[in-house]
C-alpha cells in the first residue's frame, strides 16, 4: 500500500511539471494582452483630445503637446505624430500660425485635420523575433473638419 501511494504522489508531481508552465504563458499572455488594449484605448483618447484641439484652430505644435500630454503610461515621440490638413476634395492645403498661436487658411472652403499617431507597443514578456515587421505598433487616426 505504500508503494502505490508513493506512485500516485509522483504522478502528481509530474502532471504539475506538465501543466504549470502552460498555466504561466497563459496567466502571462492575459496580462500582457489587457496591458496592450489599455495602451490602445489610451492612444485613441489621446489622438482625440488632439482632434479637438485641431477643430478650434490651434497650431500644430499644440496639438503635439496635447497629445503628449494626455498620455501618461507612455511616451509618444513627436516624430510618430502627424497632422495634415486638406481641402474638402482631399487636396492638401497650406497653413500658417499667426500671433495667438492659430491656424489660417488662405481659402474660403472647408477645411479637414487628419492627425495620425503612432506607438511602437514594448511588451514585458520578451517574444521570439518571428520576422514579422513591428506586429506591435499601434495606430490611431483622427480627422476632424477645422472650425
Do not use: C, H, W
Not at 47 to 61: I, L, M, T
Amino acid at each position: 500500500m505504500n508503494k502505490n501511494k508513493r506512485n500516485i504522489r509522483g504522478q502528481s508531481i509530474v502532471e504539475a511539471a506538465l501543466i504549470l508552465p502552460m498555466l504561466i504563458l497563459l496567466i502571462l499572455g492575459i496580462v500582457e494582452f489587457g496591458r496592450l488594449f489599455n495602451y490602445k484605448l489610451t492612444l485613441n483618447y489621446a489622438v482625440n483630445e488632439g482632434a479637438k484641439a485641431a477643430a478650434y484652430r490651434s497650431s500644430p505644435d499644440t496639438i503635439k503637446t496635447v497629445i503628449k500630454n494626455s498620455v501618461t503610461a507612455f511616451t509618444i515621440e513627436d516624430g510618430n505624430i502627424s497632422i495634415a490638413y486638406e481641402l474638402g476634395d482631399g487636396s492638401p492645403e497650406s497653413y500658417g500660425v499667426n500671433a495667438d498661436n492659430k491656424v489660417y487658411f488662405n481659402t474660403t472652403q472647408e477645411v479637414f485635420a487628419t492627425i495620425d499617431v503612432t506607438y511602437n507597443y514594448e511588451p514585458m514578456i520578451p517574444y521570439p523575433d518571428l520576422g514579422l515587421p513591428n506586429i506591435f505598433a499601434l495606430n490611431s487616426q483622427a480627422y476632424v473638419k477645422v472650425q
